[in-house]
């Protein structure tokens, strides 16, 4: 991802979170952090922008930051496929595991993200601005 993508990733942002989207200058500074800390994608059909995902690594740990794929292009692997490569980019930084929160109101996410190896290791009570409760997830990057 980068600047230029921008106004692709804001509109996809503001759609899929509407009550708790970041801002643009918040994605400017996570973009700002690339390539040191920070690796951001952008998944591509037909060359419009539909989804795009940002990892946080530092020394054996790694965050999934973001992932969003506009609702007409859910289910057809695009968010599997950002994951990937989030995965992949963890292992590259020498990650040994990969932490993430996912709304307790978003069952579809939750199972892509079990799907994906990732186990429950918390909630986080009141996480999201609407006052919906996260999920703390984890998966180990070892094997």
Known sequence: MTEADLPAVMAIERTTFPLDAWSEGMMRGELADQPRSRHYVVALVDGVIVGYAGLAAAADQADVQTIAVLEAHQGTG???????????????????????????????????????????????????DDGTDAIMMRRNLDG
């Open 78 to 128: 695009i968010g599997g496929a950002m994951l990937t490569e989030l995965l992949a980019e963890a292992r590259r930084r020498g990650a040994r595991e990969m932490f993430l929160e996912v709304r307790s109101d978003n069952p579809q996410a939750r199972g892509v993200y079990e799907h994906f190896g990732f186990a429950e290791i918390g909630l986080r009570r009141r996480y999201y």
